[in-house]
């Protein structure tokens, strides 16, 4: 239901740092808990992070706790990640999801998000 457009993905050094913005479309963002996963090669979907729709709420995977966070800006339908002290094992792709329910708290599993963007790649060198 909700279109998503994912931005900011590049090569990297470790350590360095990189932004990831999801732009959004239609007025509904505002309602819709969201999160990022990521996939690596040959593996599958892994969480990353998550807000629930009105941003009160965050949660991270342990992987990147305390490196990466979460805000959205509804002004501007737009989700981001702010990734520091980036790794190696951070290279992927990375995707914004979007919960098809509208005014759920926080949510982790790919399972309750129904819309997700075609993915950024985060490619970092060690």
């Known amino acids: 239901q909700v279109q998503l457009v994912e931005s900011g993905g590049g090569l990297v050094q470790a350590g360095d740092s990189l932004r990831l913005s999801c732009a959004a479309s239609?007025?509904?963002?505002?309602?819709?808990?969201m999160a990022w996963f990521r996939q690596a090669p040959g593996k599958e979907r892994e969480f990353v992070a998550s807000i629930s729709w009105n941003g009160r709420s965050t949660t991270y995977a342990d992987s990147v706790k305390g490196r990466f966070t979460i805000s959205r800006d509804n002004a501007k339908n737009t989700l981001y990640l702010q990734m520091t002290s980036l790794k190696p094992g951070d290279t992927a792709v990375y995707y914004c999801?979007?919960?098809?329910?509208?005014?759920?708290?926080?949510?982790?599993?790919?399972?309750?998000?129904?819309?997700w963007g075609q993915g950024t790649q985060v490619t970092v060198s060690s």
């Open positions: 999801a979007a919960d098809a329910v509208p005014f759920r708290g926080i949510l982790v599993s790919a399972q309750d998000f129904g819309s």
């Open positions: 239609g007025a509904i963002f505002s309602t819709r808990s």
